[in-house]
């Protein structure tokens, strides 16, 4: 599968994540398919992608989005219960809860459903992804990857695109062309058995790990670690107070 034969994404889990990535997706030209487990759930995802505070009006109403792209957007979204829906799509993208015995399960079902031809990608915050796809024909190796989105979907630029050995150029091309088309900032990661999350994960997992031991060990307080960061080294938000905080007085 190529990047420009890719028409139709399927995402399989519209919370958080798959609503978002629904949406941007939509807005970028592409018909997409949002399968979750009930019709319920669906009205959310549906009320979250149309009506949120980072839904499609919101953006008409901020002037973000034109009207008839938004229009536009809005008709090449759909949504089911049906896994069945998904069968003839050229992508599906994963976004459900992070448990990997879950995600192995529903791409192994997936497998079986969607055409063979089509790429596979986990928005996994950070398993790794040769694991995730393990149940799944030898042939469809070349065709998965890792696309991880940051929240919320419509405003987060950033995306990484992991590969792994198995994964054909073709389809490296084609998930990081989607992401490009979407308007995202792509950074490519290699998939790493015996790790777990990606660049911005890892990172800021490393950087909260050393500023938690600075306050054990009694050598800074959280007020002075979030202002010394936030003036020394320009971050627009520190750990411990959130986004618009205690940053805003100095
Ligand atoms: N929330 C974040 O900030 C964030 C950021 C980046 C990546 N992620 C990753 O994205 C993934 C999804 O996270 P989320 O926060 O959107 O979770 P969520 O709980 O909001 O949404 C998951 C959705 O998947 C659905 N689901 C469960 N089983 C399903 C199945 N078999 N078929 C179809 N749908 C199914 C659930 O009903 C739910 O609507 C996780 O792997 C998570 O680690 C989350």
Same mark, same amino acid.
């Given at each position: 599968?190529?990047?420009?034969?890719?028409?139709?994404?399927?995402?399989?889990?519209?919370?958080?994540?798959?609503?978002?990535?629904?949406?941007?997706?939509?807005?970028?030209?592409?018909?997409?398919?949002?399968?979750?487990? &009930?019709?319920?759930?669906?009205?959310?995802?549906?009320?979250?992608?149309?009506?949120?505070?980072?839904?499609?009006?919101?953006?008409?109403?901020?002037?973000?989005? =034109?009207?008839?792209?938004?229009?536009?957007?809005?008709?090449?979204? +759909?949504? &089911? &219960?049906?896994?069945?829906?998904?069968?003839?799509?050229?992508?599906?993208?994963?976004?459900?809860? !992070?448990?990997?015995?879950?995600? #192995?399960?529903?791409?192994?079902?997936?497998? =079986?459903?969607?055409?063979?031809?089509?790429?596979?990608? @986990?928005?996994? @915050?950070?398993?790794?992804? =040769? !694991?995730?796809? #393990?149940?799944?024909?030898?042939?469809?190796?070349?065709?998965?990857?890792?696309?991880?989105?940051?929240? /919320?979907?419509?405003?987060?630029?950033?995306? !990484?695109?992991?590969? &792994? /050995?198995?994964?054909?150029?073709?389809?490296?091309?084609?998930?990081?062309?989607?992401? =490009?088309?979407?308007?995202?900032?792509? +950074?490519?990661?290699?998939?790493?058995?015996?790790?777990?999350?990606?660049?911005?994960?890892?990172?800021?997992?490393?950087?909260?790990?050393?500023?938690?031991?600075?306050?054990?060990?009694?050598?800074?307080?959280?007020?002075?670690?979030?202002?010394?960061?936030?003036?020394?080294?320009?971050?627009?938000?520190?750990?411990?107070?959130?986004?618009?905080?205690?940053?805003?007085?100095?």
């Amino acid at each position: 599968m190529k990047f420009e034969d890719v028409k139709k994404i399927g995402v399989l889990g519209g919370g958080v994540m798959g609503g978002g990535i629904a949406q941007v997706l939509a807005i970028a030209g592409y018909d997409v398919v949002v399968r979750d487990l &009930t019709d319920e759930i669906n009205e959310q995802t549906r009320d979250a992608v149309f009506e949120s505070k980072w839904g499609m009006k919101r953006a008409v109403e901020v002037g973000k989005l =034109e009207f008839d792209k938004c229009y536009e957007a809005m008709q090449r979204v +759909s949504f &089911t &219960t049906d896994l069945n829906d998904l069968a003839d799509a050229d992508m599906v993208i994963e976004a459900v809860p !992070e448990k990997l015995e879950l995600k #192995q399960q529903v791409f192994a079902e997936l497998d =079986e459903v969607v055409k063979p031809e089509a790429i596979f990608v @986990s928005n996994t @915050s950070g398993f790794v992804i =040769e !694991e995730i796809a #393990q149940d799944v024909l030898e042939s469809r190796k070349q065709l998965f990857g890792g696309m991880h989105f940051f929240n /919320p979907v419509p405003v987060m630029k950033a995306c !990484e695109v992991i590969y &792994t /050995p198995h994964t054909s150029q073709d389809t490296i091309d084609a998930v990081r062309g989607v992401a =490009e088309k979407a308007g995202k900032a792509v +950074s490519m990661v290699k998939d790493m058995p015996g790790t777990y999350g990606f660049i911005v994960n890892r990172i800021y997992a490393a950087a909260r790990r050393e500023a938690d031991k600075l306050v054990e060990d009694g050598i800074a307080t959280q007020e002075d670690i979030d202002k010394a960061m936030i003036t020394g080294r320009n971050w627009p938000v520190g750990f411990y107070a959130g986004r618009g905080g205690i940053g805003k007085q100095w």
